[in-house]
């Protein structure tokens, strides 16, 4: 066995696994953002309310599995290969949202899944991603700049309006920002494999340990905007890929398979994914969000249970 299939069958498996345990997260941190009080967004006092509430600190635990695992698939397989596999986050997050309301998997959630693994397995046949540099190979400022202004315009979206387009103007910035954590730590694994100590002399685990943090505040913001919680999470989990995709070719020099027939190909199978994301954010919204009540005491605080939550003004 070649060196390039030991290194996709740890990547591979570690990506699909730091998925699942990405879903876990937003499952029980979506549930548990709805016993507190709203937040203005990037509002750090969200996460001071949060900090007290035990399933949160569980979601918190996943994340940290969900990110090592994302850091040891980045150090064997290539963005444009590891990247689509965290769609599968999402249907992972229905199931087990499923699971933390005791309900039994639903039917259409489970075609959806399907629909989702199909049009992946699909992708990633046609596309044979093979990889590039740990190093940036090339100009990294204009991609920076769109991306910047992306993530810049989300938020921008959130502040004026309200409902489904502040839902997923939040989840946008934050795909962004989790889709450029996700190309820098692709930098910081090759790093790693280097020396432990390589990672500090270089500037991209610093940026990642600003973008990061902004990142997951955004996504707990999304979080707790209500029944919108799962067409969200199908935003992230599209964008978060799409970009690392972008970086793992416009900055890392990775490339994958061309051709007229390929690329309709892989065209098909992305539209598949979006298709089964669809079915899974129309059908899912209530198992990841319950419905939401206006509050009725001020003086809840940070413990308020759902029905007493009120807005921050």
């Known amino acids: 066995m070649d060196e390039q299939w030991t290194d996709l069958l740890v990547a591979v498996p570690s990506a699909v696994a730091g998925a699942a345990l990405m879903g876990l997260a937003s499952a029980v941190q979506a549930k548990a953002s709805h016993q507190v009080r709203t937040s203005a967004t990037l509002n750090p006092r969200l996460l001071v309310d949060l900090v007290h509430r035990p399933l949160w600190l569980v979601g918190i635990a996943a994340t940290i599995g969900g990110l090592l695992l994302q ?68 100009n990294a400022g204009p991609l920076a700049v769109v991306l910047t202004l992306v993530a810049l315009g989300g938020i921008g979206l959130s502040t004026v309006l309200r409902g489904p387009g ?11 920002c989790y889709g450029v954590t996700a190309g820098l730590l692709k930098v910081v694994a090759g790093q790693l494999r280097e020396g432990a100590g390589v990672p500090f002399t270089h500037w991209a685990l610093y940026v990642v340990c600003v973008i990061g943090p902004i990142g997951f505040l955004l996504s707990q913001n999304t979080f707790q905007q209500g029944r919108m919680i799962a067409p969200a999470l199908a935003v992230i989990t599209t964008s978060d890929p799409l970009i690392g995709v972008a970086i793992g070719i416009g900055w890392l020099g990775e490339s994958a398979a061309t051709g ?35 509050g009725v005491s001020p003086g809840a605080g940070s413990r308020a249970h759902p029905s007493q939550r009120v807005p921050s003004r």
């Not at 689509?84 to 992972?92: D, G, N, S, W």
């Not at 502040?166 to 962004?176: E, F, W």
């Open 71 to 138: 850091v040891l698939a980045l150090g064997f397989g290539p963005l444009l290969l590891v990247q689509p596999l965290l769609v599968t986050a999402l249907p992972f997050a229905s199931g087990f949202a499923a699971w933390l309301d005791r309900r039994r998997p639903d039917p259409v959630v489970v075609f959806g899944t399907l629909v989702c693994v199909a049009g992946l397995s699909a992708f990633l046949a046609l596309a044979r991603p093979t990889g590039g540099s740990t190093e940036m190979v090339a």
């Open 260 to 294: 007229a027939g390929v690329l309709a190909g892989e065209v098909l199978a992305a539209g598949v994914i979006v298709a089964g994301i669809a079915i899974l954010s129309h059908r899912s919204s209530h198992l990841v969000a319950p419905p939401r009540t206006a």
């Open 166 to 176: 502040r839902v997923l103007g939040l989840a946008l910035a934050t795909g962004v």
